[in-house]
Each structure stands twice: as structure tokens, then as C-alpha cells.
């Protein structure tokens, strides 16, 4: 039996086969982020504009560890305060030659590092109509992701919870709504602490997953990226498999004969 | 008689312990494969910067490393006294310097923790940053400046340290070669083979082998993921122009030393064990020196060098006694911080020979990649 899932995943006319991003900051060594990487089997990787040597790619301290490795470059807004900042981070990083792909990235607050969400439809407005596939980072309201949606966004990416908490889905029913509505995919980023957020997500209907410090902050940064790529897959083929429905009895039997045990409770089948 | 201690590996933090230890009362031994200081220590840049090195959360390492920084004028000002020689503590302050408006904003995040921990820390203006570093490039804006920051000759504290160990007592053996043995057990100590220094034993070792650790791992029933990141670094003619602070960008350092050198760094290469300069590397270094001092366009170093640093999986150090053979102490895995760590290590060393409780809530325990592989035996 072929058990492996024709899944394809397109993002902006892009078909990927890995449906986890990865983000390249804050890993204890470049030995160990570059065996992250491969252990996530990873096809898209993020970064922050601000800390890229624009005038020389192949030279900058962190894009020379992954260079030639077939990753597509989405270099983000991490830094901007309005939409403002962001486009002209955008431009900058079109022009250095890192592609067409932008995550805009706009928080205002220096503690939360929330996304301002106003600042955040405007930039993902504007750098649409500049030909930019624009991938928000984006607080996880279901409003907002639809907005952002018709604004042409090419993915739209709602947090989990505050990025680097590591507290996992904080809103799973918002997230379910999210990708009930949506028509581009939903790739959660921010707020995931293990696996198991990963697989939380997942059956949720995410497309995909988006992860940096749960990874590089990991006591062991590869086992970890492994970790999370097997609960992407996991997750996703739990969801297209069905789960079954919770009940709060092993048995569903109507018979009354041969029971151990009388009870009283009034529920019966979930 | 006093318990003797062999240890092994002759950097900064092999001859900080050993000067500990003998300070404790303990007999020492430093077997050094082949010159001390010869590797990383020799190789630092020597910047003591516990908050530009640690930009993100107070997590223990940071406590470790400002720990140190704290300890480190009087255990200098102690070395100074000891040997009689001067190792160019100089508190510089530093400057992470902002090229784009959106690095104000974690600028700012990491002020709002850092201003915490008593060392004053402050946002500078553009106008304010001109003011106090005059020569760097128009294209900053703004910087993070720490003024308690500070640096030190590493070459020079290497070679101060090693007197101090030898008005000690410490017996220092340089060029001892591989080590084909080390067998420890409770009641009999330990010994250790050298290639070319023969056989010795001991009560206890420490072992200090820097990037080498890894190598050592057969020895112990341990995971030990030390690895070499080799850091290529130059310097250039300090008559060229000024550079008062540290200066921190996203690509490059730098920091101007006593003897009029600027010393500029550093790359961080996945190079294996290969300690070799690279013209890729310095030319990487001088093109955005060129960039941030408009000074430095144009001129080629005068000097250019590199050395492995030891880093870990988890970006920590493992420092403690190897669970179940006790006479084991590791002290590696400094990766970029081991000048600064010297001080602390030393102390904590010095703690666990005398046989005090592990600290830091055991955060920088040596068995801490191998405790599930264990928990898998016959237990
Ligand atoms: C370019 C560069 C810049 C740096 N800048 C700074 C800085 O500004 N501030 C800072 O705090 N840190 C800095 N560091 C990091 C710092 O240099 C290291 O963390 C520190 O030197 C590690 O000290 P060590 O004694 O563990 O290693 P080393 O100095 O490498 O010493 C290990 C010693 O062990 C010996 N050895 C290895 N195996 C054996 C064996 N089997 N038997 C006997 N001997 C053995 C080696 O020959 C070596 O002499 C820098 C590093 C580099 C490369």
C-alpha cells in the first residue's frame, strides 16, 4: 500500500513538498542550525532583513552557512513598527536580490512583540500590489486572516501565541475557524514550544508550520527539528485520516446483560 | 598530603583552573598537547560582554556570564598582582550599533530586561552616537551603548596566567602530545597517557580540552557534542583612525587594543578542525570594516589569524563531574565566551574539587545529552 499522502502544497505558483518552514535565528552554532535544517527537511527558510549584509549575500554571516541548498528565501519584517518600515524592508530585500517573498512581520509592542494588525493589512495591501508574495505574520482572529486573505496574501499566518513563549495553540477555536474559512493556507507561526503543538495544529487544518526559537532554544536543536517535522506529518495525516469521535465510555453497548457494573450516569455515546 | 589534580589542556580555561585549585590547597599538573594558550585563548579577541552577548532572555547563561563579568576586575587585578604583568583590562564600553530603523525596536526589548541586572545600559541618539564614536559610518543611527563593557589582551592574560600557576606550584608540561589513555576509578584515582610526556596519575582531573572534547568522549559514559567553529580575525593599523568602544554589528566587530591595534571579528566557519585563514573570510571582514569605519576602505590588514572555538548543541558550556566517576571534571564548550567564563569556571571548578554542590540549578551539567540514552539501560 502506498501509504505516502499526495499532498501537494503551493504557495504563490511555488509547489512544495515540506509544509515546515523554518526560521534561522538564535541557533548555539552554525554546525547545528545547518543540521537542523536537514534534519527538518525544510524547504523555505526565514530571516530578518535588518541583520542580512544586503550588499553582498553570499558573504553575510548567516545566508553563507545555507547558501546552495535550494531553500527559498523568506525574508521577514521582523523590526518593523508600521507598514511603512515594512514595504521599505520589503524593497530593500528585493533589490539585494532575495526574491519576491516577503513575511511581513509589524509589532509595536517591544514586550509582546504582537503583531499590530492595522500596520499589518496595510503593508500585506501595498506590497501585494508591488508583485510581492506576501505571507503575514498575523494575530490568530479570524476576522483579520479573511481580511488579509482578500488583500491578496499568498499564505496568511496566524500566531499560536506570543512569539518565543513556546505556550502552544492558545485558541484552538479560532484557529479551526481560521482554516474553515480560508482559501490560501494557514501557516501557524509563533507560540509553539514542542511537538505536540505541532500535531495540535495540524489536525486543527493548518497547512503548515512556521518555527525558529522552539527549535534553535531546544536543549538539542536537531533532534527537536526532527521532532517537529514528524508531528507536521503526523498532524497532517492524522487530520486527513479522520479521527474518531470522543466518547466517555470504552464501550458504546446498549446491552444491559453481562455488565459489570451499574451506573448512573445520563450520557451515552459521544 | 594534599589530593593532586592533573589538568588537561593548557588554555585560559585550563590554566584559570589549575591557578584555582592550586590556590585551594590542591597539587597541580597541566598537561598541554602542544603550547599553552596556543589555540582559542590565544586567538580571542578578549572582549568581556556579557550583554551584547547575550541579546534575548536572562536565562542561566547569561547569569554565568554576568557572574564572571562581576568577578573579573579583582581576579585580573589578582593575576596583575601575582605575576607582575599587565593584561590590558580596559572597560570600553560597547556600542551595538543600528543600521536599519527596524533594529531599534529589539534594541529596545533587550534594554527594557538588560537595564535590570546593575549595569547601566542606554538607547543613543543618532547625534549622541556621532558624539561619542566619531568616525563610524553616517549610515548609523542609533546604538545600544553599554559603557560598563570591557575587554582584555587575551595573549597577554594567557601568558600572566601562566606565571601565576608557576609561582604556585602549578607544574606546567607543554608539548605533551595525544592522549592514548585516561582511566579513573574511586578508589584508585586517575591516569593519564600522553603521547610524548608519558604516564600520570592523580586524584582527580579536570579536563580542559576546548574544541577537542568532543574527541574525548570515548573515554567517559557520556554524549559530549563539542565541536569546532573556527573564528578567522584581523587587525588593522590603528594610526588609520579611532574606534573608541567595542563596536557590535550584525556582521562584525570591533575593538581597539592598547598596543594601537584595531582588531576586527569574527567569522564563525563550519571548517572541521582546520585552523587555516581563508583570503574568503578576511576579505568578508575588511569589506564591511570598509563600510562601518569609511576609515578602514581600501586598507588591507596588517594582521590576520584564526582559532576553533568549542561550541555545544545547546550553545552552553559543560562544566561539572561526570556522573559516576567523580574524579572527572569537564570544563569545555565556551564557544565564544571563554575569556569572559574564565573566572566563574575557575570558581566553580575549584567549588566541585572541594566537593560542593553543582550550581545554577545544574544548568550547565555535563551529562545533560545523555540522561534519556541512560534512562534506555538496565535500570
Ligand atoms: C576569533 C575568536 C575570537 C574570540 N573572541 C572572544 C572574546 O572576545 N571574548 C571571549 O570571552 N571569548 C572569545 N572567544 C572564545 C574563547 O577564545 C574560547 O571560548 C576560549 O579560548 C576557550 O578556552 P579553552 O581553554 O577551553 O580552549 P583553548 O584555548 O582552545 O584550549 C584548549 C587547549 O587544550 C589542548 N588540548 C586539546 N586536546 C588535548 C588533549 N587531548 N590533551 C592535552 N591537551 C589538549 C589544546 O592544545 C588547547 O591548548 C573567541 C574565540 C575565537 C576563535
Redesign the interface.
Known sequence: MNTRLNDPFVIGGHTLQSRFFLGTG?F?????L?QALEASGTQVITF??????L??LA???VLQ?VANRGFVYLPN?????NAD?AVR?ARLARSAGLGNWIKVEI?AH??T?LPDPIETLRATERLVKEQFIVLPYTSDDPVLCHRLEEAGAAAVMPGGAPIGTGLGILNPYNLGLIVEEARVPIIVDAGIGSAQDVVQAMELGADGILANTPIA??????FMALAMKLAVEAGRLSRRAGRIPKKRYASASSELKGRLFEFAGTEGEG | MAESVLVIGGGIIGLSCAWEAAKRGFRVTILEKDTFGGQASGAAAGMLAPFSENT?SPDPFFRLCLDSFFLYPSWVHEVEEASGRRVELCRSGSLNVA????????M??RL?WQQTYGVPCEMLSELELRRLEPELSQQAIGALYCPGESHVFAPLLVDALMEVCSKVGVRLIPHAGQLTKLEAGASSGVSVTMTDAGSWHADRVVVCTGAWSGLLEKWFPLTLPV?P?RGQICSFDGTLGDIRHMVFS??AYWVGKNDGSLVCGAS???AGFDRSVTE?GI??LT??SG?VFPFLQGSPPQRSWAGLRP??????PLIGCVPGITEVILASGH?RNGILLSPVTAAMVGDLLEGKAESYNNAFRVD??SRTAERTGSG
Request: without cysteine; negative net charge; charged residues 35%.
Open positions: 538564535r548555539p552554532s552554525p554546525a547545528v545547518q530578518a532583513v535588518r541583520r542580512i549584509n550588499d553582498d558573504d553575510d554571516n552557512h519584517t521582523s523590526g518593523a513598527s518600515e524592508i509589532s517591544h514586550r512583540l532554544k531546544a536543549q538539542d536543536p536537531v | 534575548e543600521f536599519h530603523e527596524a533594529d531599534l525596536l529589539p529596545h526589548t527594557a565541536h567553529i550584525s556582521q564563525e566557519d563550519v574568503r576579505n568578508r569589506k564591511w563600510r561550541a555545544t548543541r545547546d550553545g552552553w564557544y545533560r545529552f
